[in-house]
């Protein structure tokens, strides 16, 4: 072959010496056949295209492997979990309503807060008792104000009436003997 013939021998560019070509494919080639040697993890990885979706090994029947993107086998944070546990339970309501009773001192203010304390909430009728007959009085004639209030925590129309007891009072029946229509204890002890 002459040395003018532009078709090389063996496919490629011009050979400067017996190594080495001037275009640089053998470097190339060489340096693919060492990256991606036969056998190797790359060699036998399947391109993916974008978009696709992966298919998951398979462990026997306990479910497949976890890979490289996020699914539901992997480990939640804790406050998501709890977050789905409330909404699935229906028990969104139940904790504000635990909420405001546990903050009722900054919900309805100090002095009120004082002197009265949260029973219960039924059906719109949240039950109040009072440590003494006047805060119960007084209780009451705030109750349209203490329902706009509980009813903005809680959300419109939680709150619809607002019942208020008074303070325990001690029970004079003990045993198994009492008089149903009594009149209870009076002035004897002298």
């Known amino acids: 072959m002459s040395t003018e013939d532009p078709t090389p021998t063996d496919g490629g560019a011009d050979e400067t010496d017996g190594d080495h070509r001037t275009d640089g494919l053998d470097l190339a080639r060489a340096m693919m056949r060492g990256a991606v040697a036969p056998g190797s993890p790359a060699a036998r990885k399947p391109l993916r295209r974008p978009g696709a979706k992966t298919r998951r090994a398979r462990r026997g029947n306990e479910g497949g ?12 944070l804790l406050g998501g979990e709890i977050g789905r546990l ?12 635990r909420g405001v009773f546990a903050r009722w001192t900054e919900v309805v203010g100090e002095e009120i807060g004082a002197h009265s304390t949260p029973e219960s909430l039924t059906d719109g009728t949240l039950v109040v008792r009072t440590d003494s007959s006047a805060w119960a009085t007084q209780l009451k004639l705030l109750a349209p104000t ?10 419109t129309g939680t709150v619809t009436v607002v019942e208020v007891l008074g303070p325990h009072a001690p029970s004079w029946k003990h045993g198994h003997r009492g008089l149903r229509d009594g009149r209870g204890p009076r002035d004897t002890y002298g």
Do not use: H, M
């Open 65 to 76: 492997l976890s890979g490289a993107y996020p699914d539901e086998r992997d480990p939640q």
């Open 146 to 155: 203490l329902v706009k209030r509980l009813n903005t925590e809680l959300g």
């Open 86 to 97: 409330v909404s699935q339970r229906g028990w969104g309501l139940d904790l504000q309503v």
